[in-house]
């Protein structure tokens, strides 16, 4: 069973991660891509910017990963 320092700590993570998602997502809603990646918080390649891309190359592969397992064929 969890203690009370348990429940706050996962209070704590939990609202960081939504305030670093907001600020992510806000930073993502300009014409160009994001400077940093929606996902992981890491910089994005200028380049990759440049052509409008949200998410950093690793963070990219992975979801095309997920998209193929999923895909209906």
């Keep these: 069973m969890a203690?009370?320092?348990d429940?706050?700590?996962?209070?704590?993570?939990?609202?960081v991660s939504r305030a670093l998602n907001?600020?992510?997502?806000s930073a993502s809603q300009s014409t160009e891509g994001a400077k940093f990646c929606i996902e992981c918080g890491d910089g994005v390649p200028e380049a990759r910017?440049?052509?409008?891309?949200?998410l950093c190359v690793p963070c990219a592969s992975e979801s095309e990963r997920r998209k193929a397992?999923?895909?209906d064929y």
């Design 3 to 5: 203690d009370e320092i």
């Design 7 to 15: 429940i706050a700590n996962a209070l704590i993570d939990s609202e």
């Design 22 to 25: 907001k600020i992510r997502q």
């Design 49 to 54: 910017q440049k052509l409008g891309f949200k």
């Design 69 to 71: 397992l999923f895909a």
